[in-house]
C-alpha cells in the first residue's frame, strides 16, 4: 500500500531541514502585538537557522546589535502611527538579509502573519493556510498558481488549498480597506512517497 506525503518546508527552516552543514542564514521578518501586561509594542520574530551575529534598524532611527540562535524575538515600541520598513543584516558567517514593512494599524486591525501547514488530503498536495491578525476584515489571498480566494470574517482565519503538482510557490495575502497589511511567504510543496508495508 502506498500513501503520498506531503511536506511543506518554508524558507525559515528549509536550509536546516535539508542541508545540516550549510552556513546559519537569515530568512524572514514576522510581527505581532505585544501583550499589554508586557509593556505593549510590537513583537519582532527575526526567522532562520543556525546562530547568527546581525543589526536590526527598526526603521524610526533606532538600531540594535544581537547574537541569537534563530529564531529570534524582540519587543520594541513605535512612537507614530505609520508604516516602517524593518531590515535586519548579519554578519558573517551568517548569511540573508531579511527586510519587512510595518504598518502599526495593521496591528489594530489588519493581518501581520500567514502560516501554512500539510492538509490532510492524500490525491494531491493539500495545504492548510492560517492568516493571523485582528479585526473583521476582508481578505484576498493569492496561492501562487492562479487561484485566488476572498477570505471575509473576523480574524485569525482559515482555509485549505489543494495544488495540481509539487513545486514552489509565492503566497500573498493581502487586506482591504479598512482593514490594513499585507504577507508574502514563499512554499516549498513537495511530494514524497512512503511504502506502508502491507499487513
Known amino acids: ?31 505581532s502585538p505585544a501583550a499589554e501586561e508586557d509593556g505593549g509594542g510590537i513583537v519582532i520574530s527575526l526567522l532562520g537557522s543556525g546562530e547568527c551575529t546581525y543589526t536590526i534598524d527598526f526603521g524610526d532611527g533606532k538600531t540594535e546589535r544581537r547574537s541569537a540562535t534563530l529564531p529570534d524575538r524582540m519587543r520594541h515600541a513605535y512612537a507614530a502611527d505609520r508604516e516602517y520598513t524593518v531590515v535586519a543584516t548579519p554578519d558573517a558567517p551568517c548569511e540573508g538579509t531579511a527586510r519587512a514593512r510595518l504598518d502599526i494599524r495593521a496591528i489594530t486591525r489588519g493581518i501581520w502573519r500567514m502560516s501554512v501547514e500539510p492538509g490532510p488530503a492524500a490525491d494531491l498536495p493539500e495545504v492548510i493556510v492560517t492568516i493571523e491578525g485582528r479585526g473583521s476584515c476582508v481578505v484576498i489571498l493569492d496561492f501562487g498558481d492562479g487561484t485566488r480566494e476572498k477570505i471575509e470574517g473576523t480574524l485569525p482565519a482559515k482555509t485549505s488549498h489543494k495544488y495540481a503538482k509539487a513545486g514552489a510557490y509565492d503566497l500573498h495575502a493581502a487586506a482591504q480597506d479598512p482593514c490594513r497589511g499585507e504577507v508574502f511567504l514563499n512554499v516549498d510543496v513537495r511530494i514524497q512517497e512512503s511504502l506502508i508495508p502491507n499487513r
Request: hydrophobic fraction near 60%; charged fraction near 15%; proline fraction near 6%.
Open 1 to 31: 500500500m502506498r500513501r503520498i506525503i506531503c511536506s511543506f518546508l518554508l524558507a525559515a527552516s528549509a536550509a536546516a531541514a535539508l542541508f545540516a552543514q550549510s552556513p546559519p542564514r537569515i530568512t524572514r521578518i514576522e510581527f
